[in-house]
Nanobody
Framework: QVQLVESGGGLVQPGGSLRLSCAVS????????MGWYRQAPGKQRELVAT???????IYADSVEGRFTISRDNAKNMVTLQMNSLKPEDTAVYYC?????????????????WGHGTQVTVSS
């Protein structure tokens, strides 16, 4: 099975920074895309940032210039550095990986989510 474990959420004041990390474990062959989504209360889940194993990052307009996504392909990890945080960044942040090619008696493909980590920006 494939599992995603997030870390790094918390409470921060406006203008502060947080760093989120996500580690993907399992019998991984390759992960095409890794990224972060978020869901604020009463709103739909939205893309924050994503990147492929070889391509450049894609950011939501609302975080462009403030957030930086990076990934370590050898360790199957993705990180989101969040700077200049605003109250409107408050949400549960979810790590996403997919498609993920992994082995389970044969090579299989799937899309996977972490359980989410709370980010609260408040004074």
């Amino acid at each position: 099975q494939v599992q995603l474990v997030e870390s790094g959420g918390g409470l921060v004041q406006p203008g502060g920074s947080l760093r989120l990390s996500c580690a993907v474990s399992g019998s991984i062959v390759t992960i095409v895309r890794m990224g972060w989504y978020r869901q604020a209360p009463g709103k739909q889940r939205e893309l924050v940032a994503t990147m492929t194993s070889s391509g450049g990052p894609i950011y939501a307009d609302s975080v462009e210039g403030r957030f930086t996504i990076s990934r370590d392909n050898a360790k199957n990890m993705v990180t989101l550095q969040m700077n200049s945080l605003k109250p409107e960044d408050t949400a549960v942040y979810y790590c996403n990986a997919g498609p993920v090619f992994y082995t389970q008696t044969s090579v299989k493909q799937g899309d996977f989510w972490g359980h989410g980590t709370q980010v609260t920006v408040s004074s």
